[in-house]
């Protein structure tokens, strides 16, 4: 059973870089796609972008300047930097994994709540 | 980006009583080289990550209860849960991963009547 663990800063002020790094562990890293997404507090859910063992990556448009998810394949981990980030981006964090490149978030982490507050 | 929206924004229904979500896309999420849907449903319990329940449209994650199912094609989806239980108080949310950015539809969340 594939688990994911992650961490990073989570109080940030005003054009401060976002960092979260995700750990995973019970499967066979290459064998999956690797996905960020966030819900801010009370509201639905936003993808961020995903990435696969080859370093390929797919960003959301709306977040694509700001975004960079890069992979470690030595350590099984993956990462999301977001940058310049502002109050709206206050939200939990989700990394996730998935089996297909175009497909669902089967295996979720257990969310990070990441606030931007001056 | 396709644009997915889901109807009612909330439901209450009795225990044991069936309880029906819909999902719509603003493009067909249908692949016509598989003739696949690229729609999912996930559950989500109050300070938990989504879990998800149904992909492909009408196929059941593992260790999904068979209370749960999707149906539909093309634009038009549906999550039916035959007999409501306590525990599928939640939102549950459809995403299509047809094409990026993969979306998501606005929830719908099913309380006890």
């Known amino acids: 059973q594939v688990q994911l663990q992650q961490w990073g800063t989570r109080l940030l002020k005003p054009s401060d870089t976002l960092s979260l790094t995700c750990a995973v562990s019970?499967?066979?890293?290459?064998?999956?796609?690797w996905t960020w997404i966030r819900q801010p507090p009370g509201k639905g859910l936003e993808w961020i972008g995903q990435?696969?063992?080859?370093?390929?990556?797919n960003y959301n448009p709306s977040l694509k300047s700001r975004v960079t998810i890069s992979v470690d394949t030595s350590k099984n981990q993956f990462s999301l930097k977001l940058s310049s980030v502002t109050a709206a981006d206050t939200a939990v964090y989700y990394c996730?994994?998935?089996?297909?490149?175009?497909?669902?978030?089967?295996?979720w982490g257990q969310g990070t709540l990441v606030t931007v507050s001056s | 980006d396709i644009v997915m929206t889901q109807s009612p924004d909330s439901l209450a229904v009795s225990l044991g009583e069936r309880a029906t979500i819909s999902c719509k896309s603003s493009?067909?999420?249908?692949?016509?080289?598989?003739?696949?849907?690229?729609l999912a449903w996930y559950q989500q319990k109050p300070g938990q990550p989504p879990k998800l329940l149904i992909y492909?449209?009408?196929t059941r994650e593992s260790g999904v209860p068979d209370r749960f199912s999707g149906s539909g094609s093309g634009t038009d989806f549906t999550l039916t849960v035959s007999s409501l239980q306590a525990e599928d108080v939640a939102v549950y949310y459809c995403?299509?991963?047809?094409?990026?950015?993969?979306?998501f539809g606005p929830g719908t969340k099913v309380d006890i009547k």
């Open positions: 019970g499967g066979s890293f290459s064998d999956y796609c």
């Open positions: 990435i696969i063992q080859s370093g390929s990556t």
């Open positions: 995403q299509q991963y047809f094409n990026t950015p993969f979306t």
């Open positions: 493009q067909s999420v249908l692949f016509s080289s598989n003739s696949k849907n690229y």
């Open positions: 492909w449209a009408s």
């Open positions: 996730a994994g998935g089996r297909h490149y175009f497909g669902p978030a089967d295996y």
